[in-house]
């Protein structure tokens, strides 16, 4: 299967194992709210635990009704495409399947070519990583497929992928940065 058939399946709502930029990420639209509740279902994931969104480009912000400061605007254009999650405010109720409460949701632009030509098609994909909470994350489509068998509608096979996850970042609207979860990227 090419991109272009991937990225048609998940926006018809179907649920994939793909490499992302940094693991095996278990993707679906993340503005689909039956899909995402199906990802929080197979993942058994904590309901109240948002999932890391990615998205092709900054304007993919506005999917969600975010302003950014100018010094948000800056730092994210120096910044992505890289393995940096950005956590940032999120008050529409209308996205509460996704931020669960939170208020906010993270964020990474992958600096993956394919990933993002997939995102450029489909518009945001939650990405958590393709296992269950609180287990080891899938370094091989056949560890994925131990965990979700039949219930995922398609694997992408890239071989084996071993990597830090990305580093996770809050960023407030004065730029000022507080790192949440070390990973591969250094800000």
Same mark, same amino acid.
């Given at each position: 299967?090419?991109?272009?058939?991937?990225?048609?399946?998940?926006?018809?709502?179907?649920?994939?194992?793909?490499?992302?930029?940094?693991?095996?990420?278990?993707?679906?639209?993340?503005?689909?709210?039956?899909?995402?509740?199906?990802?929080?279902?197979?993942?058994?994931?904590?309901?109240?635990?948002?999932?890391?969104?990615?998205?092709?480009?900054?304007?993919?912000?506005?999917?969600?009704?975010?302003?950014?400061?100018?010094?948000?605007?800056?730092?994210?254009?120096?910044?992505?495409?890289?393995?940096? +999650? /950005?956590? @940032?405010?999120?008050?529409?109720?209308?996205? !509460?399947?996704?931020?669960?409460?939170?208020?906010? $949701? &993270?964020?990474?632009?992958?600096?993956?070519?394919?990933?993002?030509?997939?995102?450029?098609?489909?518009?945001?994909?939650?990405?958590?990583?393709?296992?269950?909470?609180?287990?080891?994350?899938?370094?091989?489509?056949?560890?994925?497929?131990?965990?979700?068998?039949? +219930? /995922?509608? @398609?694997?992408?096979?890239?071989?084996?992928? !071993?990597?830090?996850?990305?580093?996770?970042?809050? $960023? &407030?609207?004065?730029?000022?940065?507080?790192?949440?979860?070390?990973?591969?990227?250094?800000?």
């Amino acid at each position: 299967m090419n991109y272009p058939q991937v990225a048609a399946f998940l926006k018809d709502g179907k649920v994939a194992v793909i490499p992302t930029d940094t693991i095996y990420g278990i993707v679906g639209s993340a503005l689909n709210e039956k899909t995402v509740e199906e990802i929080y279902r197979l993942r058994k994931r904590a309901t109240d635990k948002p999932m890391i969104i990615l998205i092709s480009s900054i304007d993919d912000l506005n999917y969600f009704n975010i302003q950014l400061s100018e010094k948000q605007t800056k730092f994210l254009q120096k910044n992505w495409p890289n393995p940096l +999650s /950005v956590v @940032l405010p999120v008050n529409s109720e209308k996205f !509460k399947y996704l931020h669960r409460g939170k208020n906010s $949701l &993270a964020f990474r632009m992958p600096k993956d070519q394919q990933l993002l030509g997939i995102l450029k098609e489909t518009g945001p994909l939650v990405a958590p990583s393709a296992n269950y909470e609180d287990e080891k994350p899938s370094e091989t489509i056949k560890i994925a497929k131990d965990y979700f068998g039949d +219930s /995922v509608d @398609l694997y992408i096979d890239k071989g084996q992928i !071993k990597s830090e996850p990305s580093t996770i970042i809050e $960023l &407030a609207s004065s730029g000022k940065v507080k790192v949440l979860r070390d990973g591969q990227y250094r800000v």
